[in-house]
């Protein structure tokens, strides 16, 4: 019964009878068209965290021979944790290189890269 129905389907697309005819063109257009666009997303995308990612660190560069301070570790990271304290956390991303090395410039650090 279920081949009958088929061979009968298949028979009536095939022939003349335009109300069986579907036309698959505009459906592999519309199809490539929203896979552009899913990649271009997905590219955005990561790109987007990528650069999200290479921003979140701050590496400061100090000058040991002409600061007057030695514990540069512990007072980078006590700088760190009072700037994440006080400030939000899109203004901590966003200025960390301005804040850490104002704050260890404070301390009596000569830092080379501050702002």
């Not at 540069?72 to 960390?96: F, R």
Request: one cysteine or more; proline letters at 3%.
């Amino acid at each position: 019964m279920v081949k009958g129905i088929m061979l009968q389907f298949v028979k009536s697309t095939r022939g003349g009878d335009s109300q069986h005819n579907i036309s698959v063109a505009p459906l592999k257009k519309r199809r490539e068209q929203s896979m552009i666009i899913r990649n271009i997303l997905i590219v955005s995308l990561f790109l987007f965290l990528l650069m999200l990612i290479m921003g979140c660190s701050y590496k400061p560069m100090w000058d040991p021979t002409t600061s007057k301070v030695h514990a540069y570790y512990d007072d980078k990271q006590h700088c760190q944790y009072l700037i994440q304290e006080q400030t939000g956390a899109w203004d901590y991303g966003y200025n960390e290189a301005k804040y850490i090395s104002r704050c260890l410039e404070g301390r009596g650090y000569i830092i080379l890269n501050g702002e």
